[in-house]
């Protein structure tokens, strides 16, 4: 055999970037155990244990963090998980037509707006005075309403924004899943004489399941990282009662108040949590149903 | 909507009920494009109109008073072109280095006789179910001299694991190992069978690699808010958030434009959201495909 040692020599920078940019963090990491000291560096800190995981979970605000994550992901979960497969599940009811084509095409549109767009457009329409929902609210005789500015309306904004974005690029798993149905299946359908809603319900669904957990498993995993990008371009100082989560906050203490070790281990405290969540669901699923990701 | 029922997708005559769902599907469907395609008309129609017009609230669906002051003003503020030329810069540059490290990592995996190959694999993927958290990563970047330098937002988040697992199933599927038997009897070296063998070959998933990082540079805003000091080397995304979110487009103005500031300010905003979000959308048509090929060539693996 004769050596690869140009092989190896490729994975060499790429292997580097990993351990350098995700390992050596993970190593880091163990700055949640010290009191960081800059001189020192991370090594040279003293330990001080667990005093910063205490600290997390003696201060007032550790409840608030837990809840308005878990809210705003269960939120999230609840609402945007059907969606995208109600909308596939639509979509291949109508045929191969222009129609069906230009749907697919606008609503996964929306997927490549950046993230700072989407808060910017949400920001503009919903501007107490000038936005046109409020214009709009105005115009039919109700009082105009600072959305952003109340604690109640900040995870249904989230949330439907969202749905507004993904919900078309979603779908399209789905979709393949519903093509790669033995047709069979259908015409026996027909035979018994299913009528559109029946089929649905006993070819199309069992067809997707498969999918539908894995996706379902994956969504679950990420309940603890709701995305920071945009909840913090929502975040004001009025909102801040629901918008606070465990990621904003770890980004406030650790690199606006310079709180290294203290952010630290909020951060670690949540990766862990996430890491537990994703493997007890993933063998969960593979006990009910033979579907997983490994 | 009396066309698309008068054919059903089966020659067999539907009954009522099944025409009614039809229907009521199709009833869903035109509401759903109502609604995502409302902002986006709306938006357009704004920025097109006159500043009056957009401050008064007369803009409904079409422009109002035609005028193209919005464009105008954007291409007078430095800051705007500024961050457009850097934003150029960090995807095209950003772009490249990640296909190559991307390509480099993910083509040797692909190959059954590298040795380690699975242990390299798992490496790479544990990535994606731990990680040390924004202050470890931070000091990461820190210590190696990139803060408030072009670097940051070039290097540390180069590869996405998602997309070396599709490359590899990629090139897995694609390159038959007997070609590789072959290329190696003939004496042709690893490298050159990458570059004049597998690359050609690998169209299609370059195409989704390049689209995918593409886009995702262009709208990242993220490592620019942590990592970069200097305005001078934002990227549009940061510029936008500091002009629309945070509403300083005090600083963001000619003087000479400051007559109806507080009109342009507002037409401004829109001008811009279509400045950002116009180059890709105008693609998206042509590359959805690509798109679509990316997520599922990585899901059939699940």
């Known amino acids: 055999m004769r050596s690869h040692w140009q092989l190896y020599l490729l994975v060499i920078p790429p292997l580097l970037f990993f351990i350098i940019f995700k390992y050596v963090p993970m190593a880091n990491a163990v700055l949640a155990f010290k009191e960081y000291n800059v001189v020192k560096g991370i090594w040279g800190s003293p330990w001080v244990g667990l005093k910063y995981f205490r600290m997390f979970f003696d201060n007032p605000i550790f409840w608030t963090l837990i809840r308005n994550t878990l809210l705003l992901s269960f939120y999230q979960l609840l609402a945007g998980f059907p969606i995208p497969i109600v909308l596939a599940l639509m979509l291949n009811e109508i045929g191969n037509g222009r129609f069906k084509r230009f749907v697919q095409m606008v609503t996964f549109a929306p997927y490549f707006i950046s993230t700072v767009v989407m808060v910017s457009m949400i920001m503009l329409f919903m501007a107490p005075r000038l936005g046109f929902i409020n214009v709009a609210l105005q115009y039919f005789g109700f009082e105009p309403v600072n959305f952003l500015g109340e604690p109640g309306m900040f995870r249904s904004i989230y949330v439907w924004s969202d749905i507004w974005q993904t919900a078309g690029y979603a779908a399209v798993i789905y979709l393949a899943a519903l093509a790669g149905i033995d047709p069979t299946l259908y015409e026996a359908a027909k035979v018994d004489g299913a009528s559109r809603f029946q089929k649905i319900w006993h070819v199309d669904l069992p067809g997707i399941l498969p999918t539908i957990t894995i996706i379902l498993i994956l969504n679950v995993g990420n309940i603890m990282s709701v995305g920071f990008e945009k909840i913090y371009l929502l975040q004001n100082s009025l909102n801040l009662p629901t918008s606070e989560v465990i990621a904003t906050y770890v980004y406030s203490m650790g690199l606006l108040n310079a709180n290294y070790s203290f952010a630290t281990a909020v951060g670690l405290l949540n990766s862990v949590i996430n890491l537990i969540l994703l493997v007890t669901v993933n063998s969960l699923a593979k006990r009910i149903s033979n579907n997983s990701i490994w | ?302």
């Open chain 2, 1 to 302: 909507m009396a066309k698309s029922m008068a054919a059903p997708k089966s020659k067999i005559r539907e009954s009522v009920g099944d025409r009614i769902f039809v229907f009521a599907i199709y009833v869903i469907l035109s509401l759903v494009l109502v609604v995502v395609l409302y902002p986006l008309i709306y938006i357009v129609s704004s920025s097109i109109s006159s500043p009056a017009a957009v401050v008064s609230g007369k803009v409904w669906l079409w422009p109002v008073d035609l005028s193209f002051k919005g464009f105008q003003t954007i291409l007078k503020t430095p800051l705007i072109m500024t961050g457009y030329g850097n934003s150029l810069f960090y995807m095209s540059v950003g772009t490249l280095i990640s296909v190559i490290m991307t390509v480099m990592l993910a083509y040797p995996l692909s190959r059954k006789t590298f040795f380690g190959r699975n242990g390299i694999l798992m490496i790479v993927m544990f990535t994606m179910l731990f990680g040390g958290g924004l202050i470890p990563t931070y000091l990461v970047v820190r210590e190696l001299g990139m803060i408030d330098s072009r670097w940051a937002l070039l290097i540390p988040n180069a590869i996405w694991v998602w997309q070396v697992i599709i490359a590899r199933s990629f090139f897995q599927t694609t390159i038959p190992s007997e070609l590789v038997e072959a290329s190696e009897i003939d004496g042709c070296s690893d490298w050159r069978f990458l570059a004049s063998v597998v690359i050609p070959l690998s169209k299609p998933i370059l195409a989704v690699l390049v689209l995918m990082y593409a886009v995702g540079q262009w709208n990242a805003y993220f490592d620019a808010l942590i990592y970069l000091k200097s305005d001078n080397l934002y990227p549009l995304q940061l510029v936008l958030r500091s002009i629309i979110i945070q509403n300083n487009s005090a600083g963001a103005m000619d003087i000479s434009v400051q007559v109806q500031r507080a009109q342009l300010a507002e037409l401004l905003k829109y001008a811009l959201i279509v400045v950002a979000t116009l180059p890709v959308l105008i693609i998206y048509p042509f590359v959805q495909r690509y798109f679509v090929q990316g997520m599922l060539v990585g899901s059939v693996k699940g």
